[in-house]
Every structure is written in C-alpha cells, then in structure tokens.
C-alpha cells in the first residue's frame, strides 16, 4: 500500500489491485519456492527424542505438563510419557524407558540443541553435559543436535506431539500420574500396531526388522536417581520440591541424605536407619506423614518431663530450685540452651558465690544469665580454683 501511494504521487496510473497482481506474478512478495529433500534412516540408525507442555485435566484439576516423546526412525514406533517437569532427572528417567520399551538401543539420539542435554554448541558442534555423555555411555549411543533453524531434521518426533494432543489428550481426564504414563503408554501400544498412510505399514512390523539391528541393553541398568543432603525441620520433616515428608522425631536438627528416583524418596541418616516414601511428582505443598513417626496420642514427650540438665542442676544446687522454675518461663533463648548455660555455671564457679549471685538475681528478677555469670565473677576472688594442696609438699 505504501509503494502504491509513492508511484500514484510520482504520476502512475494503476491501481492497488492491478500492482499487487504484477507482483505476485513476477515473485516479488514472496521468496522462491525450493524443493525439500527426505531423510532416510537404516534400522536402528537414530531415535529422535523431543518435548512439548500439553495441558490436561490430572485429578479434577487443570495443569500443564511436560509431554516427552521418542520415535524410531525406521519403524516409527512412538512412546511418549508426561511429568511436571523435565530437568537432567527426568530425561534420564524417560529415555531409561524408552530404551526399555523398544529393547535396545539406536546408534545415536537426535536432540533439539536443548539445555537438559547440552553443555555448549549447537549443531555438530555440540558437546553434552558429562553427566548426559555418562548416561549415553551406558546405553552405547551419543547424543547428537540438529542444526539451528533446521526443524526438518528432527520432524519425525515433531509430528506425532499433534496427534498426541488430538487423539489422546482430547477427552480424556487421569485420576493420577501413573494412570497418565500408564494409560500413554497403553495407548502407544494401540497405535504402534495401527496402519499408517504415511509410511504404508504398521510400525509394529518394521519394528520387528529393526529390533535386530538395535544394540543390546546392559544385562543390570542401574535405577535413575538424585542425591540431596537436607536438615530435618523442628516438625520432624524433610522439604523436597515444597513437599514434607516425615522422619523419626529422634533425627529433628540433623542433615540426612536424600535418594530420590522415580516412585519413591528415601531419606538416610546412616546405614541402618532408612525412611521410604511415595514419591510425589508435582510440587503440591503437601505434607506426608508416616503413623510410625509420630507415636499415639498421650505417649509423646510429655511437657512436665524434666531435661536431663535440669535434673543435673537440681541434684549440684537444689537450693535454687525456685530460680530455675522462674528462669524456665522468662527466659528468651531455648529452654534446653538455657539450662546448659546454668548447669555450665554450677559445676565451673565455686559453689558459695554462685548460691550468692543466684539469690540476688532471684531478688530483683534477673534471668540473663551472661549477667549472671558476671555478678558471680564479681564475687569469685582469688579462690577461683579449688586446688587441694597437700601441707607436706614445698
């Protein structure tokens, strides 16, 4: 339009139809035409392995998830699993089985220069992240990237994302995730053994060529896991991904080591002590709690139970028995920090100016103990040690 009104002000006579013909006819709005060429594979040549967020209805409720897939590129046999995220874990986790449900392993994974897998460069210049290369090593493949911008390369995992949303997303609600992975995983089933126009076969019949052409799997293929070290809270749980899960009271303050792999969580405070829980996928601010780790009501710790540091401060000075009732209550550090402070003080300072320094505080209510420790210093002379010397010695 803004070419036409600069050749209608130069003096042209046309119109706006008759300059949008002419250039439509001599190519020079939009660029040349070029044949696309075709990829061909040999069996077990390369799996393509791609993701997608999808939205689904899991358990009554909107979400979006993350849908991965990986397609054999001979056969075009498809598998595909969903999660609420995909980090390193995860595509470990599902290229683990996928290369369980095809049974062997391709020659090489085609990737889409994503930053779960790649360490730096694109293209055939990729290098993967040492620990991808480690899981690759196992499986004997290597992980390579299309070129930038080349989407053809890696359509044939590209396509089947449509027909996943189409055909079995459309209409269908999970009760849970593995209902999700189950119920894909039955459906790829079905559609593996389904004529294809596109290919002119079944994918599971050319599967059964390919299938002898795939490297073998490793006889033992360790489960995928994530190591984490995490403090148990003053409750009594362990905070993994905004979820809680319970331990044993008796580990509250210490560091213990957290296993997570697919299903379960197990938490490790030393080789004979070992938690195990369900582990939950999505980050739902839950709180999971074992009957185990929490004892039945009226057999907990009861309120009146004495610390051991207190019983020990009553039995050196039960004179001041009254002070450490009153030094409980008004007391601003942890009851358990207090009464170690206290007994400290009992069994360092001569007895008499500690008894004498307690009685004043208790007088005008002073419960800091640093200032306790002070008005008995300020009354310890020069018998601070209590040596007992022998008269015989020189």
């Not at 995220?85 to 990737?111: H, N, W």
């Not at 126009?197 to 599971?204: D, G, L, Q, T």
Request: glycine share 4%.
């Amino acid at each position: 339009m803004r070419v036409h009104e600069e050749l209608t002000a130069s003096g042209a006579v046309l119109s706006y139809q008759a300059l949008t013909a002419f250039c439509r006819r001599h190519g020079l709005t939009e660029p040349p035409q070029q044949a696309v060429g075709q990829y061909d594979f040999l069996p077990g040549q390369e799996l393509q392995h791609d993701t997608s967020p999808h939205e689904l209805e899991l358990a009554g409720k909107k979400c979006k998830v993350q849908t991965a897939s990986a397609v054999l590129c001979y056969s075009r046999m498809l598998f595909f699993q969903c999660y609420a995220t995909f980090q390193r874990f995860d595509c470990k986790v599902f290229l683990t089985e996928a290369l369980r449900y095809f049974g062997g392993s391709p020659e090489r994974v085609m990737i889409d220069n994503t930053h779960v897998v790649v360490l730096r460069g694109t293209g055939r210049e990729m290098v993967p992240v040492p620990e991808m290369a480690a899981f690759a090593e196992r499986f004997n493949f290597r992980f390579v990237a299309h070129e930038r911008g080349d989407v053809n390369r890696s359509a044939r995992v590209e396509r089947p994302f449509w027909f996943i949303e189409n055909n079995f997303l459309a209409g269908r609600t999970f009760s849970s995730w593995p209902d999700l992975n189950e119920q894909a995983r039955q459906w790829c089933d079905r559609v593996n053994s389904t004529y294809k126009k596109h290919i002119r076969a079944v994918p599971r019949e050319l599967f059964a060529l390919e299938q002898r052409h795939l490297k073998p799997l490793p006889v033992w293929i360790p489960e995928v896991y994530r190591l984490q070290q995490r403090t148990v809270d003053v409750e009594g749980y362990v905070a993994l991904h905004s979820n809680r899960y319970s331990v044993p009271v008796a580990w509250i303050g210490r560091q213990v080591e957290v296993r997570e792999t697919k299903d379960r969580i197990e938490m490790q405070l030393d080789a004979r002590n070992i938690v195990t829980h369900e582990r939950i996928p999505d980050q739902q601010h839950q709180r999971i709690t074992l009957v185990a780790h929490r004892p039945p009501r009226g057999q907990g710790l009861k309120r009146s139970d004495a610390h051991p540091e207190e019983q020990a401060v009553l039995q050196a000075a039960p004179e001041i028995a009254d002070y450490l009732a009153a030094l409980k209550q008004h007391s601003r550090k942890l009851v358990v920090l207090t009464l170690r402070q206290l007994l400290r003080l009992v069994r360092e300072y001569p007895r008499e100016p500690f008894l004498a320094a307690v009685r004043e505080a208790f007088r005008y209510g002073l419960y800091d103990l640093d200032r306790l420790e002070r008005m008995i210093l300020h009354r310890v002379q020069r018998d601070f040690f209590r040596l007992d010397e022998d008269p015989g010695d020189d």
